[in-house]
């Protein structure tokens, strides 16, 4: 069997001691595709932002391609380096709620940006790399425009094609489409759904749950401080077994499958 993309072993992460979430464990195999959800304030974006380091996480351990990331063997918890981080940064992409997109760059500067400064790559190389990538989520006609002449679907787009820059080895989404008047929404699920399609490996944070049904391999339900309940779509969106579960979905019920 291939080795698990990334493998979440008992993690836990609390805030001034007050804790989000403990013993998370999570394998994620390559094409997986884990949507992550639960109610606001559940922990979502806080694993998902473990996963990269942005939160070090306090307890348990991480591994990405079947390495170790950060040093548990003296250190609890875990020690990260500056060097190990960086790495880990160009295999674990990222996309968030609010685009953060540089204001001051150009869309395929925005795209180019890592290529350049963490990659170490030439900037004509960079930017062919870039429209190329813009190209996939189809906006290599906005190269040259600013962040700000975008809509937000079209913004959103732009993050999407940041990371697949960097050719992750997994990519994170957080809550992607949250941030967009619902006329934009389309745009950006029809986006990451071509990357599900071409079988990369993905977590993905959100609340439209008929798309998650629908592009999803597994759901990942986060309440009462862990991974409540997980299993295939089928299982955990329509026969869920637990009453967190249910009361989660019987709350969104606007979705269609
Ligand atoms: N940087 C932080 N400092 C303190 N508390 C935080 C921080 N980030 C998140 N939290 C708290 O952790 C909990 C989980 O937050 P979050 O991961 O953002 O939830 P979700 O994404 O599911 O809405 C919340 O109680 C939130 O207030
Ligand atoms: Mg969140």
Redesign the pocket.
Known sequence: MADPVLRLTGLGKS??G?R?FSDVDLEVLPGDRIAIL?A????????LRCVNVL?TPDEGSMEVGGKAVGDNTRNRPARYSERELRALRQRVGMVFQQFNLFPHMTVAGNVAEGLVTVRGMSTSAARERAVSELKRVGLADKADTYPSRLSGGQKQRVAIARALAMDPEILLFDEPTSALDPALVGEVLSVIKQLADEGRTMLL?THEIGFAYHVATRIVF?ADGGIYETGTPDEVLKNPKRPLTQQFLAEHQRFQF
Do not use: C, I, R
């Not at 606001?40 to 694993?47: C, D, H, I, M, V």
């Open positions: 805030f001034d007050h989000v639960g606001s304030g559940s922990g979502k974006s806080t694993l939160e944070v986060l």
